[in-house]
């Protein structure tokens, strides 16, 4: 059987090419002892597979030319010489971006079983999956959301953001949202939990914050770094916390990557905390978020919002509306 995957050609420059990959077709080798053959249905896409391409430039260990891109995916067991893994079982983990994965069960692939919960299997890799887990461990856990907190959120329409609204919500929080267009701007208040939303490519953010939180913000939940953080930390209340989750406005242009902070004192003078987090800190608690999500989910207390692109080839298309703004909630890929 063939399996066709894509590996890396190039470096990305500020947007990523389809010409940064060649499409390979390879025979796939019959399975040993232990292993399981996965038909990929779903392939996630993320801005920190950009940090994988770079060279040196790395979140994670950056990628040689030549091999298979890197990156999660949702699939299905086609074939098993693995005692835990049985033919039909729906699995979660590094696929890569590949039409067939060869897995061993090793730590190496972080391969789990699925709990479909009657949703799409999709979701296993957006709200019930590791961008679902960032909205709710990031602002839950590293943000310390309290009943009544004030929340603002950057890239609000995007896969992270789109869940955080409504968690804040759910908690008796009230959000605000920023994004890039009037659309966007729209699905946040009518749809995705919201309080106010903000367009900051036209609106003064400044004097908008002002007049949705005129006490200001107890929670900044960072997606994308740069001006935006700058005048958020203006607008701080005493004891606030800053869950920087991304940077995204940094990751575009690499010459122009490292904006200096000027209102960095704020966090001082408000006694606030600002805090990273990598989502695998939480990995013993991904399945406790999970089942409370899901159970949401059921309870119509949370919805969720996917954009998937249909096709293996579509992966660069796909990891490029991220930097282009495109992307609506969850960007997927939709390989079988
Ligand atoms: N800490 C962790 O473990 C962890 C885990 C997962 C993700 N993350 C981070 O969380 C953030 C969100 O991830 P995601 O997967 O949900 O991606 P995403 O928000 O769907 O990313 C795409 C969105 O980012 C915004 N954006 C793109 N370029 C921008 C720019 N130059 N300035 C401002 N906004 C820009 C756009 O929304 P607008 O239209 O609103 O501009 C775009 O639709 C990313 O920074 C990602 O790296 C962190």
């Given at each position: 059987m063939k399996n066709n995957r894509l590996t890396l050609a190039a470096r990305p420059g500020n947007y990523i090419k389809k010409s940064d990959f060649v499409m390979q077709?390879?025979?796939?080798?019959?399975?040993?002892?232990?292993?399981?053959?996965?038909?990929?249905?779903?392939?996630?896409?993320?801005?920190?597979?950009?940090?994988?391409?770079?060279?040196?430039?790395?979140?994670?260990?950056?990628?040689?030319?030549?091999?298979?891109?890197?990156?999660?995916?949702?699939?299905?067991?086609?074939?098993?010489?693995?005692?835990?893994?049985?033919?039909?079982?729906i699995v979660q983990g590094k696929c890569g971006w590949q039409q067939y994965v060869v897995c061993d069960g090793s730590p190496y692939h972080m391969m789990y079983k699925v709990n479909q919960r009657g949703l799409s299997y999709s979701?296993?890799?957006?709200?019930?999956?590791?961008?679902?887990?960032?909205?709710?461990?990031?602002?839950?856990?590293?943000g310390e959301l309290q009943q009544g907190d004030n929340v603002l959120v950057s890239a609000a329409a995007g896969g992270v953001g789109s869940n955080v609204g409504q968690l804040a919500q759910i908690k008796g929080a009230r959000a605000v949202g920023m994004a890039s267009t009037d659309e966007k701007c729209k699905l946040l208040t009518d749809k995705l939990g919201y309080y106010g939303a903000i367009n900051y490519k036209t609106e003064n953010v400044s004097e908008r914050l002002d007049a949705l939180f005129p006490k200001g913000i107890d929670v900044y939940f960072d997606n994308v770094g740069g001006e935006l953080l700058d005048i958020a930390l203006t607008k701080l209340r005493r004891y606030a916390r800053v869950v920087c989750c991304g940077r995204i406005s940094q990751y575009e242009d690499r010459e122009n990557s490292n904006y200096s902070l000027l209102n960095w004192h704020k966090i001082g003078a408000t006694r606030s905390k600002m805090q990273g987090f990598f989502i695998y800190d939480f990995e013993e608690d991904f399945p406790v978020a999970e089942k409370e999500m899901a159970r949401w989910i059921k309870e119509g207390?949370?919805?969720?919002?996917?954009d998937i692109l249909e096709g293996l080839e579509n992966m660069p298309v796909a990891l490029n509306?991220?930097?282009?703004?495109?992307?609506i909630g969850k960007q997927l890929v939709k390989i079988s």
């Open positions: 077709s390879v025979d796939l080798p019959p399975l040993k002892e232990g292993e399981f053959l996965i038909k990929v249905l779903f392939l996630s896409v993320a801005p920190v597979m950009k940090f994988y391409m770079l060279d040196g430039a790395g979140i994670e260990n950056p990628m040689d030319l030549g091999d298979t891109m890197r990156g999660r995916g949702v699939g299905e067991v086609i074939e098993s010489k693995n005692r835990d893994f049985q033919i039909g079982d979701t296993a890799l957006g709200i019930l999956g590791m961008t679902g887990f960032t909205s709710y461990f990031g602002l839950y856990k590293v207390k949370l919805t969720y919002q996917e509306r991220l930097f282009e703004r495109k992307n």
